[in-house]
């Protein structure tokens, strides 16, 4: 299990089970985790300093969320990849941010499109396998500014709880040769579509981009053929 994490560090004025459900979540997430992994709450009991209820209800979180499987009087372990939740939620995004654009290109694009080049310059700075954890996180603040200038930002952390398949789908994609290259490439044309007035532009950009890691489903599923669930 990686990045041991002591109770100490665990921060006690926020409930417990809540912090040790954000530290597996994020593990999960980045693969870290990998499908198959068993948790075991003993081991994490240890890990954390923490009694048994936390972490007991730590992996009820996630398994709510469909990324653990829990096996009664036997062991939790990390789900695979749900292609079909994946999907899902790719849906949900497109819709959601498909008309976020549009409205954004019509009423703010040269603020919008402003703000969103201020971040993408950020993430132009960390577009190397060593900055893998950074870029990423640069990439959510992107498109969380698409929400939060449309004034629907309470959306946005529905869509992340959304999207747990989809993120740890992208995760295994981003380290592929020109990922990290075509991510950038289609901000750009995103940030580019909204200056520019026209909402079809940005919608088309937007669209391309979103569609982008479940494009070559076939392709990851043949690198890590153990990790996916069609």
């Not at 790719?90 to 654009?101: N, W, Y």
């Not at 080049?117 to 498109?143: C, M, N, S, W």
């Not at 946005?156 to 789908?169: E, F, G, T, Y």
């Amino acid at each position: 299990m990686s990045g041991m994490i002591r109770g100490g560090q665990l921060d006690r004025s926020r409930q417990v089970a809540l912090q040790v459900h954000e530290i597996l979540r994020e593990r999960i997430l980045k693969v870290e985790l990998v499908p198959g992994t068993v948790l075991s709450r003993a081991s994490l009991q240890l890990e954390f300093g923490v009694s048994q209820t936390p972490v007991r209800d730590a992996l009820m979180r996630l398994q709510e969320e469909g990324i653990v499987d829990v096996y009664p009087q036997y062991a939790t372990v990390v789900a695979k990849i749900d292609i079909d939740h994946a999907r899902q939620a790719q849906f949900l995004r497109l819709s959601i941010e498909l008309e976020a654009v549009r409205r954004l290109t019509e009423v703010a694009p040269a603020k919008t499109a402003a703000e969103l080049g201020e971040i993408l310059a950020k993430q132009k700075t960390v577009a190397t396998p060593e900055t893998y954890d950074t870029f990423d996180g640069i990439d959510r603040e992107f498109h969380r500014k698409l929400y939060e200038r449309s004034g629907i930002l309470q959306l946005w952390a529905n869509v992340r709880r959304q999207s747990v398949h989809l993120d740890r789908l992208r995760r295994l994609n981003l380290p592929m040769p020109g990922k990290m290259q075509m991510v950038i490439a289609d901000h750009e044309a995103i940030v580019e579509g909204i200056a520019s007035g026209k909402p079809e532009v940005a919608a088309a950009a937007l669209k391309k981009h979103l569609s982008g890691t479940l494009s070559i489903i076939d392709v990851i599923s043949a690198e890590f053929p153990d990790y996916i669930r069609v």
